[in-house]
């Protein structure tokens, strides 16, 4: 083998270990991001039903408070109506 045939082969063996090394680099950003876009997520899911929760309390509020509305226009009206009655008699 000659000396050339040794330069060659170091050379090609340098550049195999360069991109090896990039792609090791490359992976380990990769599972960074890939763990960071998972946290995020899990935030996010956790937001989501908290306003989920949020939400179906606030419905839920505002519903009583329709009926309650209601009653209370109903109470309204029937003393309005006792009223009439007294300019009436």
Not at 11 to 40: H, P, W, Y
């Amino acid at each position: 083998m000659s000396l050339l045939d040794m330069d060659l082969e170091t050379d090609a063996l340098s550049q195999l270990e360069e991109r090896i090394q990039r792609a090791v680099a490359l992976v380990a950003k990769l599972r960074q991001e890939k763990d960071a876009a998972l946290r995020e997520l899990a935030e996010t899911q956790t937001a989501w039903e908290e306003s989920q929760a949020a939400n179906a309390k606030l419905s839920e509020e505002l519903k009583t408070l329709h009926t309650e509305r209601q009653q209370v226009r109903a109470r309204v009206e029937k003393l309005l109506g006792h009223i009439d009655q007294l300019g009436a008699a």
